[in-house]
Nanobody, 128 residues
Framework: QVQLVESGGGLVQAGGSLRLSCAAS????????MGWFRRAPGKEREFVAA????????YYADSVKGRFTISRDNAKNTVYLQMNSLKPEDTAVYYC?????????????????????WGQGTQVTVSS
């Protein structure tokens, strides 16, 4: 069982930056690949970024590539999402998620159904 708690959301002007954090409970954090998703008003949850167990591999949605960076600190049981050059269309509730992928080949997990545990979400609002 993994519990995830996001923080770091807020209101920011377009062009600004925010860093989201997701703290995980338990001693097996490093055995999970992690992802960030978002849900904008009236839209379905969409993939933002994912990271492998050690952080050596990262994957991004085209809409955030070059602006967002996912990272993790396994010693702190925390995954981060650094968001730069924010746009109004980035406004959404952001969720982190943990995927119990068996050790081996990993090429990213892009769909919500692939993840086993979810946080409660943190609101990000970008004003124009």
């Amino acid at each position: 069982q993994v519990q995830l708690v996001e923080s770091g959301g807020g209101l920011v002007q377009a062009g600004g930056s925010l860093r989201l954090s997701c703290a995980a409970s338990g001693r097996t954090f490093s055995s999970y690949t992690m992802g960030w998703f978002r849900r904008a008003p009236g839209k379905e949850r969409e993939f933002v970024a994912a990271i492998s167990w050690s952080g050596g591999s990262t994957y991004y949605a085209d809409s955030v590539k070059g602006r967002f960076t996912i990272s993790r600190d396994n010693a702190k049981n925390t995954v981060y999402l650094q968001m730069n050059s924010l746009k109004p269309e980035d406004t959404a509730v952001y969720y982190c998620a943990a995927d119990a992928v068996p050790p081996g080949n990993y090429s990213g997990s892009y769909y919500p159904y692939e993840y086993d545990y979810w946080g409660q979400g943190t609101q990000v609002t970008v004003s124009s």
